[in-house]
């Protein structure tokens, strides 16, 4: 699958509160830490088309961020059913590896 873009609040919601795991990254342009980490989720979300893989960029629909408390990017979340279960902030490529494949084998 191709990572999706959330455009604004009721996206985020509608991707959040289904039945399957969801990975959303938050990310910015301005954030350069940002570019690598995205480079290995486009990769990883591909390689994976049985994910649900979604993009929010932070300065695009920044209700969200806010809502959330996120204050570091870059930042992957992962929700189930509305709930987050999962979170990696930062840039550690390792990290986000174990938490895709953590997220995918639910």
């Known amino acids: 699958m191709t990572v999706v873009y959330i455009t604004s609040m009721a996206e985020f919601e509608s991707a959040v509160n289904g039945p399957r795991?969801?990975?959303i990254e938050f990310w910015?342009?301005?954030c350069t830490t940002c570019r690598t980490m995205t480079e290995?989720?486009?990769q990883l979300a591909a390689q994976n088309p049985q994910?649900?893989?979604y993009r929010?960029?932070?300065e695009e629909v920044r209700?969200?961020?806010l809502a959330l408390g996120v204050r570091t990017l870059p930042a992957f979340k992962v929700y189930v059913k509305g709930v987050q279960i999962g979170e990696l902030v930062g840039a550690?490529?390792?990290q986000l590896?174990?938490?895709v494949y953590k997220t995918l084998n639910m």
């Open 97 to 99: 590896i174990r938490l």
């Open 56 to 58: 929010l960029d932070t």
């Open 92 to 94: 550690d490529q390792t």
């Open 51 to 53: 994910g649900q893989f």
């Open 63 to 65: 209700e969200v961020p």
């Open 21 to 23: 795991p969801v990975l």
């Open 40 to 42: 290995l989720y486009d």
């Open 28 to 30: 910015a342009e301005w």
